[in-house]
T-cell receptor, first 115, second 110 residues
Framework: GAVVSQHPSWVICKSGTSVKIECRSLDFQATTMFWYRQFPKQSLMLMATSNEGSKATYEQGVEKDKFLINHASLTLSTLTVTSAHPEDSSFYIC???????????FGPGTRLLVL | SQKIEQNSEALNIQEGKTATLTCNYTNYSPAYLQWYRQDPGRGPVFLLLIRENEKEKRKERLKVTFDTTLKQSLFHITASQPADSATYLCALGDTDKLIFGTGTRLQVFP
């Protein structure tokens, strides 16, 4: 199957700092990338959808100024959590969709802990 | 709003038996339905996709059915193995966007 990588796999930061997470599709072109957040024992909650070269579409209740998304190329999207606070601690997962694969392939996730 | 329900309780079965997981949905007519496997601390792994005009799909020991009248999908793992223990997520899709269920945790014991 298609491969999606995510970096870093885990990060610990102090409250007030910004954290950038990278998502890459390694063997296909991703016209659309998705960012999800998952709290323990809960389902994946879609945060935003990004298309290459255009602004991300955020789900209701997700602050676009706090979660900055950039989809600069067909293989790379980044999520920046700005001024992170302890309540932002969660498991962040990206996925990529492309015409060649016709489904979403997920990255391994990034565990964020804000102290 | 759309609602997706999966077996809320964990499913425990003995090795070699068939595991059957259920996914029910309301207020939605998806173009397709997918099943993913998720291990603790990892991202979901795609298993199977079934479209609205398909009744059943198989892949090795996996079988998925899709009943758009009942608004239900069943996911079967035959000859289950301890390595099949994981959380299985049902996801409904239209174009490229997915809505996920809460998942069912499957435990296969020897």
């Amino acid at each position: 199957g298609a491969v999606v990588s995510q970096h870093p796999s885990w990060v610990i930061c102090k409250s007030g700092t910004s954290v950038k997470i990278e998502c890459r599709s390694l063997d296909f072109q991703a016209t659309t990338m998705f960012w999800y957040r998952q709290f323990p024992k809960q389902s994946l909650m879609l945060m935003a959808t990004s298309n290459e070269g255009s602004k991300a579409t955020y789900e209701q209740g997700v602050e676009k100024d706090k979660f900055l998304i950039n989809h600069a190329s067909l293989t790379l999207s980044t999520l920046t959590v700005t001024s992170a606070h302890p309540e932002d601690s969660s498991f962040y997962i990206c996925s990529a969709w492309g015409l060649a694969v016709e489904t979403q392939y997920f990255g391994p996730g990034t565990r964020l802990l804000v102290l | 709003s759309q609602k997706i329900e999966q077996n809320s309780e964990a499913l425990n079965i003995q090795e070699g038996k068939t595991a059957t997981l259920t996914c029910n949905y309301t207020n939605y007519s998806p173009a397709y339905l997918q099943w993913y496997r998720q291990d603790p601390g990892r991202g979901p792994v795609f298993l199977l996709l079934i479209r609205e005009n398909e009744k059943e799909k198989r892949k090795e020991r996996l079988k998925v059915t899709f009943d758009t009248t009942l608004k239900q999908s069943l996911f079967h793992i035959t000859a289950s193995q301890p390595a099949d223990s994981a959380t299985y997520l049902c996801a409904l899709g239209d174009t490229d966007k997915l809505i996920f269920g809460t998942g069912t945790r499957l435990q296969v014991f020897p």
